[in-house]
């Protein structure tokens, strides 16, 4: 089984900064690319920026300079650090994982998981 645990969200005033954690727990195997969505009240969830195996980051382009997204394969977590936060960052920041390989039982057995979303973390931003 595979689950993805975020952490690092709260509340900060404007031009602070956070960094968010998103742990994957499980015998992983493998996992492709990593993101970071976001969902504010009333609005659809939408990409902050990913990480694919290959490490090349891809994110939204309004928000480059402010959060970089990376990867710590070995330990199977992804993070964001976000600077100079804005109220209009408020959402539940979400970690999702595709295409993820985990090994199960005792006998080299593995499960594969198209998608895998965690349960988010509350960020606001306000004074």
């Known amino acids: 089984q595979v689950q993805l645990v975020e952490s690092g969200g709260g509340l900060v005033q404007p031009g602070g900064s956070l960094r968010l954690s998103c742990s994957v727990s499980?015998?992983?195997?493998?996992?492709?690319?990593m993101a970071w969505y976001r969902q504010a009240p009333g609005t659809e969830r939408e990409l902050v920026a990913s990480?694919?195996?290959?490490?090349?980051?891809n994110g939204a382009d309004s928000l480059k300079g402010r959060f970089t997204v990376s990867r710590d394969n070995a330990k199977n977590t992804l993070y964001l650090q976000m600077h100079s936060l804005k109220p209009e960052d408020t959402a539940v920041y979400y970690c999702?994982?595709?295409?993820?390989?985990?090994?199960?039982?005792?006998?080299?057995?593995?499960?594969?998981?198209?998608?895998?979303w965690g349960q988010g973390t509350l960020v606001t931003v306000s004074s």
């Open positions: 999702r994982a595709l295409n993820v390989t985990v090994a199960i039982g005792a006998y080299g057995g593995t499960a594969w998981y198209a998608e895998v």
């Open positions: 990480v694919p195996d290959n490490a090349n980051t």
């Open positions: 499980g015998d992983i195997k493998s996992i492709n690319t």
